[in-house]
């Protein structure tokens, strides 16, 4: 049995060397780096050393041997990750602008990413788990979001938990089928890792983030709310009880990961029977080092490099 499974886009991502860098002019980009937003995640809990799987589909090329070498480098099992032998790996390039914001080209739903299946055997191996994440950028298509709603079922059927981070993005929202599939997710997960920005999407015309934390829990199934704040740390809601842990202060580099590197150290940590501020500390810890190195999952971290972190900011864990 895996501790934790999850499955979606595997892509290599190029980063703009510039602030305010245009596509539509020459410039240099840093990069390949292996990325995709479950990948992130699924790096930083492997490497914490509870046992990973990933679903996924690559071309058969020079960027899916990047990505699947560094997946199955970090321990993540790669049964599942697919070759595709006629579409290329997917990309995506990214330039980041001078107020924070970033810009992006992607191609995934031309590419091996675009054109993933998964068979009763692979589904039957991979919902064999203690915990599958979601994360809403995978559920990009009708495809997509068909095999992510089989593999909840399955990991629903037995007893294993499914944890949720919606990342809504605006370019996917209002593509066919992404706006009710999130909905779902929502209404069904056992553990919700929204951003303040997840969160006021999510939230009723006036309604505070506390109330609208409130309305969601007692209206769906989730036990536990983690709102993700960046660098302010982040908030866990569990049986009335709201637990608030301060952030790390780091010097930023590249804040992509960061969420993603979050979620995979928190549920990482659950599943290695840690309590849930211990939890939420090494979470906090594991986004505050992704943001200090460049490359989308170069930030990922084990458990030695939580701790000094940890001893660091002077924190008990």
Known sequence: MFDITTSGELLAEFMAEARDQRFDAAGRFHGPFPSGAPAI????????????AYAGRVGDDGFGDLIVARLRDDGIDVGAVQRDPERPTGTAFVSYQADGSRRFIFNLAHSAAGQQTLDDTQLARLAACRYCHVMGSSLSSPAAIAIVRRLVA??????????????????????????????????????????DADLEWL????????ASVARLMAEHRMSLLVLKRAAAGCVAYRDGERLEVPGLHVEEVDPTGAGDCFGGALIAALAAGRDLRQALRLANAAGAHAVTVLGPMEGCSDLATLKRRLDAAGDDQ
Do not use: Y
């Open 41 to 52: 995640f699924a790096s930083q809990a492997a490497r914490m050393g509870v046992r990973v």
């Open 154 to 195: 399955r990991v629903r059927e037995n007893g294993g938990q499914i944890s949720f981070d919606p990342n809504v993005r605006p370019e996917l929202v209002e593509r066919p089928g992404v706006r009710e599939a999130l909905l779902a997710l929502v209404a069904g997960c056992d553990i919700f890792l929204p951003s």
């Open 203 to 210: 939230a009723a015309p006036g309604e505070g983030m506390d």
